[in-house]
């Protein structure tokens, strides 16, 4: 299961919940602030 497209496909996904949890992080942070 080592294959170049899987763990590309694998890295691609783990990026993109990264950045929606960081998103999701900015928007609580934004929502108790103010």
């Known amino acids: 299961m080592s294959e170049p497209g899987m763990e590309a496909r694998v ?8 950045r929606a ?3 999701a992080l900015e928007k609580a942070e934004k929502n108790t602030a103010g």
């Open 11 to 18: 890295e691609m996904i783990t990026t993109e919940v990264g």
């Open 21 to 23: 949890y960081h998103k």
